[in-house]
T-cell receptor, first 108, second 115 residues
Framework: KNEVEQSPQNLTAQEGEFITINCSYS?????LHWLQQHPGGGIVSLFM???GKKKHGRLIATINIQEKHSSLHITASHPRDSAVYIC??????????FGSGTQLTVLP | DTEVTQTPKHLVMGMTNKKSLKCEQH?????MYWYKQKAKKPPELMFV???????INESVPSRFSPECPNSSLLNLHLHALQPEDSALYLC??????????????FGPGTRLTVL
């Protein structure tokens, strides 16, 4: 069983829809990161969470430490949001352990 | 300057070649990382440098040889690679080694093909 599980693996939405991507983890962590990877490879860090909720523009990330669960929400989705979204946790080894990613496609 | 640069963007090499990948950052970060990413898979950690010293080697074959000549520069020397080593090689940096809440800044990657 992977330490970090993401769902769904693939998600197709219409422009304007509200999107949720989930991440569950099985180990104790000190931080959780949400990353975005566009075709071609570049990875951008979206959020770092150790508790609670963060918001940046149309993106919202939440974490529930007790339930070992985090969600990434995108409001008013747009085709430019199409990318792979990756959840990564920092455990006792103090390095990133990545989930398998969610491929999001937003159709115009 | 909040950018991590990587060169080359693409590299094709034969199994007998020797080549090097280069990564550079001028953000004053003291932790630098090499990751390998196969298609449709998440990145896999290869090496971590903390304060220019190799701190983590994730059992990477010796045909991959990292080097950190100074705090801004990270190289990955490649020799006698196999076709299965074809992948996207990502470099990243973060401000403080071992600090879990620091953001890692990723470069655009080098797409390597081994023939």
């Amino acid at each position: 069983k992977n330490e970090v599980e993401q769902s769904p693996q693939n998600l197709t939405a219409q422009e304007g829809e509200f999107i949720t991507i989930n991440c569950s983890y099985s180990v104790g962590i000190s931080a959780l990161h949400w990353l975005q990877q566009h075709p071609g490879g570049g990875i951008v860090s979206l959020f770092m969470l150790s508790s609670g909720k963060k918001k940046h523009g149309r993106l919202i990330a939440t974490i529930n430490i007790q339930e070992k669960h985090s969600s990434l929400h995108i409001t008013a989705s747009h085709p430019r949001d199409s990318a792979v979204y990756i959840c990564a946790v920092v455990g006792s080894a103090r390095q990133l352990t990545f989930g398998s990613g969610t491929q999001l496609t937003v159709l115009p | 300057d909040t950018e991590v640069t990587q060169t080359p963007k693409h590299l094709v090499m034969g199994m007998t070649n020797k080549k090097s990948l280069k990564c550079e950052q001028h953000m004053g970060h003291r932790a630098m990382y090499w990751y390998k990413q196969k298609a449709k898979k998440p990145p896999e950690l290869m090496f971590v440098y903390s304060y220019e010293k190799l701190s983590i080697n994730e059992s990477v074959p010796s045909r991959f040889s990292p080097e950190c000549p100074n705090s801004s520069l990270l190289n990955l020397h490649l020799h006698a690679l196999q076709p299965e080593d074809s992948a996207l090689y990502l470099c990243a940096s973060s401000p403080r080694p071992g600090e879990s809440t620091d953001t890692q800044y990723f470069g655009p990657g080098t797409r390597l093909t081994v023939l």
